[in-house]
Every structure is written in structure tokens, then in C-alpha cells.
């Protein structure tokens, strides 16, 4: 089973830290990990004719530092005795110095508390979504909620076999990875595991027009063959992953499968908010290798719809367009 070995958690002054702190601390316990716990604050600029760098600017960030480390240190004193937890200020844009502590220390798992910006009608916020996009390790943005322990977890996977095969070879292996992480999540808080693909038949809508004069009958049989071969891959996935995990493992879990038939990021979000997702463990579409070109449009749209915690992966061979000297 997926184990994380050095795990981040990013700070922020929300009350929601508390509830959230237990759950991170409960990972790395459970996961034998090292635990960092970084709080960014942003540079201090003190106004008009004031200039960088002054006394002024100078002693209000040493103030609002001395007043972080102590909510700080205040949110990680009742886990000391369970964990060993390394915290860390820093100064400058939050999602640029998370992902330069990833690369300079190893994390392996971000977790961070959504943004939810009141003037957006979506849970992640700007910094969020930089992290989605550009960190090089899993991303958990945990949305707290009153439970301690997930319900239902539901793994987005693309079960597609049409691409070329260096894309196919990375596709399975994200697919894996994200089955991995779900049976582990939810194997940890004995959540319903779900596994939905969404699927779609390419010119389905000009085969039915009137002018390709291709009959209904004909129609429905190869949207049905369609199918039937979409069914094929997931159960092929799936067993592939039994295999990996063990047949105990999902044999205990016992799955519920989704194969819907329309756009992913249409029916995706529609699924989490039908059965009640607390987490949805998926991956972002990257070309590997090519710093800048980071998350696809229906990862993005998935994102951007959804309510509840994700769990985002990157696909093998990512690069992140951070670098250590920026």
C-alpha cells in the first residue's frame, strides 16, 4: 500500500487548522513519516513613500512573524508527544515557497486547507490551484468537516485505450497510483470506496445525423460495442490493481463502480455530489517533461466544479516549471 514518507502541512490562521492538524498528524503516525508544518507569510509593504526594506516594514514583519510562530507553535503543541513535527516560516508567495520546500526537502504529500474565497463560487482559490497545477508531489486539499474520518472516497480514473503508447504506459500508471491511494485512504478510515470513469463515443452526434443515413439500429449496436469494450478496460484496471494490492484488499473494500457514459467533466462532479464524496482522488493530465504545460482542461473543470477534498496526482515523469534559484 501507498506510504508517505515526509509529509508537509501548510499553515494557514483558520480556525480549521485544528481539526484538520488531527487528521495530518494521524497520517504520519499511521504512515511512520516525518511531519513539516510551514506557515508563508506575504511580504510586508507598508504603503506610499515607504521604502522596502525600512524600519517600519522591518519591525511590522518581525511582528506578524513573532505572532505567526506562536499560533504556530500553539496549533503543534498538543501533537509533539505523538509525532516529531519540524515547523518553518517563511516569507514571499505561499505556492512558490511550498513547492521549493517540496523540492528541497523531499515531501512527498502536500496538505494544505482550501482556500474558499467568499467572493468565488468554487472551494479552491488562487493559491490552491497554482499548487494543483505546478507541485511536483500529491496535493490533499483537506476541506474540514465535522466527521474525523472520510465516508466515501471516490477514484477518478481514465480507462481510455485509444492514445499512443508512451501516453498509454503513463495513463496506467496514474490510474494505478490513484487506485492505490484510494484503497489506502479509505482501507484507513473504512470508507465506501467508489471508482467511476466517465466515457464518451467519438462522433457519436454525427453518426445519428441524417446525413451520414447510418440507421438508428446500427447506431445504438456500435455505441453499445463501445460499451461493452469501455467495461473491458475498467474491469482490466481494476483486476490489475487487485493484483498489486493484494485480492484480499479490494476484496475487502468491494469497490462500487461507475461507468457513466458523457463528458468526465460534466459527470464527474455530478457523482461526488450524488453520493456525498468527502474526497476525490484523481489525477492532473501533464505532457511529462514539459515544464509549463501542467493540468489538463477537464482536470481543471473537474476542479473547479467540485465541493468536497481532492487528492491530486501528477502523472510519472512530471517537471515542475518552480525551480530551487527562481
Given at each position: 500500500m501507498k506510504r508517505f514518507k515526509n509529509i508537509l502541512y501548510v499553515f494557514s490562521n483558520k480556525k480549521s487548522n485544528e481539526s484538520v492538524m488531527d487528521r495530518v498528524v494521524t497520517l504520519a503516525e499511521n504512515n511512520q513519516a516525518r511531519l513539516t508544518v510551514v506557515s508563508v507569510l506575504e511580504p510586508v509593504t507598508v504603503g506610499f513613500g515607504m521604502p522596502e526594506g525600512g524600519p517600519i516594514s522591518v519591525s511590522l514583519q518581525a511582528a506578524m512573524l513573532n505572532a505567526q510562530t506562536q499560533n504556530v507553535e500553539t496549533l503543534v503543541a498538543p501533537y509533539r508527544a505523538r509525532v516529531d513535527v519540524r515547523t518553518q516560516l517563511l516569507i514571499g508567495t505561499q505556492f512558490l515557497k511550498v513547492i521549493r520546500e517540496v523540492l528541497h526537502?523531499?515531501?512527498?504529500?502536500v496538505i494544505k486547507v482550501p482556500e474558499s474565497p467568499d467572493w468565488l463560487d468554487q472551494l479552491f482559490g488562487s493559491e490552491d490551484m497554482h499548487l494543483l497545477r505546478k507541485c511536483p508531489c500529491p496535493v490533499w486539499l483537506v476541506k474540514p468537516v465535522a466527521q474525523k474520518t472520510y465516508r466515501r472516497i471516490l477514484a477518478a480514473v481514465d480507462a481510455d485505450d485509444t492514445h499512443t503508447p508512451a501516453k498509454q504506459k503513463t495513463q496506467n500508471?496514474?490510474?494505478?497510483?490513484?487506485?492505490?491511494?484510494?484503497?489506502?485512504?479509505?482501507?484507513?478510515?473504512?470508507?465506501?470506496?467508489?471508482?467511476?470513469?466517465?466515457?464518451?463515443?467519438?462522433?457519436?452526434?454525427?453518426?445519428?445525423?441524417?446525413?451520414?443515413?447510418?440507421?438508428?439500429?446500427?447506431?445504438?449496436?456500435?455505441?453499445?460495442?463501445?460499451?461493452?469494450?469501455?467495461?473491458a478496460n475498467l474491469d482490466r484496471l481494476i483486476n490489475q490493481a487487485s493484483r498489486k494490492l493484494g485480492q484480499e484488499t479490494l476484496g475487502y473494500l468491494k469497490p462500487r463502480t461507475h461507468l457513466i457514459k458523457g463528458r468526465a467533466r460534466k459527470e464527474i462532479p455530478a457523482l461526488a455530489r450524488q453520493i456525498e464524496a468527502d474526497l476525490i482522488v484523481m489525477g492532473t493530465v501533464a505532457r511529462t517533461g514539459v515544464p509549463g504545460f501542467i493540468i489538463g482542461n477537464t482536470a481543471e473543470a473537474i476542479l473547479n466544479q467540485i465541493e468536497c477534498s481532492v487528492l491530486a496526482l501528477k502523472p510519472p515523469g512530471f517537471v515542475t516549471p518552480v525551480t530551487l534559484n527562481d
Open positions: 526537502h523531499g515531501h512527498d504529500l500508471e496514474m490510474n494505478q497510483q490513484i487506485l492505490e491511494l484510494a484503497s489506502s485512504m479509505a482501507l484507513s478510515g473504512f470508507a465506501e470506496l467508489h471508482i467511476v470513469y466517465a466515457w464518451e463515443v467519438t462522433g457519436e452526434s454525427v453518426l445519428r445525423d441524417t446525413l451520414i443515413h447510418m440507421s438508428e439500429e446500427k447506431v445504438t449496436a456500435y455505441v453499445e460495442s463501445e460499451r461493452q469494450k469501455r467495461e
